[in-house]
């Protein structure tokens, strides 16, 4: 399998490292289980953003301290214009706060740099693909959920109807006959019949009484 990396990195030291573990892990893994990775490296967040919404990737890993974003505002930045791709963040802050702030901005994980090792950092990716890939899956269900319940209609509450006509009054002071009424507000359809006591009362030649 092919792992396509977004790495934004302004240092050069550090992107260098990190894609060296990231092929030396992808190589030794390719004997056995034929993985590899594919590294696209950029050194500003704009650039990274715009290299996301293409869609060519599989995981973006992202320093929190750029020429153009410092912070947390990356991360958020990121998930904002990558809403359906993993992030793991880099940082050089061995601040378990700070890494954990990321995770809440959006971030699927966090790594310090210094001390990740190549194990940690593949790891780190193929569990952070995972997550994402089920939170995508929990967020369509989601969404497929709510469209179907917004189509949904539900009849409560009181509701005004004619003791005579049986004429049902709408929001709107409409008076309407039920079978329009309870098809606009539900998913029921009516197919008319005649009960015996209507038969016998309007077609008595036809229904007589028993």
Same mark, same amino acid.
């Given at each position: 399998?092919? *792992?396509?990396?977004? +790495?934004?990195?302004?240092?050069?030291?550090?992107?260098?490292? *990190?894609?060296?573990? =990231?092929?030396?892990?992808?190589?030794?893994r390719n004997d056995v289980?034929?993985?590899?990775?594919?590294?696209?490296?950029?050194?500003?967040?704009?650039?990274?953003?715009?290299?996301?919404?293409?869609?060519?990737?599989?995981?973006?890993?992202?320093?929190?301290?750029?020429?153009?974003?410092?912070?947390?505002?990356? @991360?958020?930045?990121?998930?904002?214009?990558? !809403?359906?791709?993993?992030?793991?963040? =880099?940082?050089?802050?061995?601040?378990?706060?700070?890494? =954990?702030?990321? @995770?809440?901005?959006?971030?699927?994980?966090?790594?310090?740099?210094?001390?990740?090792?190549?194990?940690? =950092?593949?790891?780190?990716? !193929?569990?952070?693909?995972? !997550?994402?890939?089920?939170?995508?899956?929990?967020?369509?269900?989601?969404?497929?959920?709510?469209?179907? +319940?917004?189509?949904?209609?539900?009849? /409560?509450?009181?509701?005004?109807?004619?003791?005579?006509?049986?004429?049902?009054?709408?929001?709107?002071?409409?008076?309407?006959?039920?079978?329009?009424? *309870?098809?606009?507000?539900?998913?029921?359809?009516?197919?008319? /019949? *005649?009960?015996?006591?209507?038969?016998?009362?309007?077609?008595?030649?036809?229904?007589?009484?028993?």
């Open positions: 399998m092919v *792992i396509r990396v977004l +790495l934004i990195e302004d240092d050069q030291a550090d992107a260098f490292l *990190i894609q060296e573990m =990231l092929q030396e892990q992808a190589a030794d289980e034929g993985n590899n990775a594919v590294i696209h490296h950029v050194t500003r967040l704009d650039e990274g953003i715009r290299q996301a919404a293409t869609g060519g990737f599989d995981i973006i890993l992202s320093d929190l301290g750029l020429p153009d974003s410092q912070g947390l505002d990356t @991360v958020k930045k990121l998930a904002s214009a990558a !809403r359906d791709r993993p992030i793991v963040v =880099l940082t050089g802050l061995a601040d378990h706060e700070v890494g =954990l702030e990321a @995770v809440n901005a959006g971030a699927q994980d966090y790594l310090v740099k210094g001390q990740v090792t190549g194990e940690m =950092l593949i790891r780190s990716i !193929r569990y952070a693909i995972e !997550r994402k890939r089920i939170e995508n899956e929990k967020a369509k269900v989601l969404a497929e959920l709510q469209e179907a +319940l917004a189509k949904v209609k539900l009849l /409560s509450g009181f509701i005004p109807i004619c003791a005579s006509c049986k004429k049902i009054r709408d929001d709107t002071g409409y008076w309407q006959q039920i079978e329009a009424y *309870i098809q606009q507000h539900s998913n029921a359809e009516f197919s008319h /019949s *005649i009960c015996p006591e209507c038969a016998h009362k309007l077609y008595p030649e036809i229904f007589p009484d028993k």
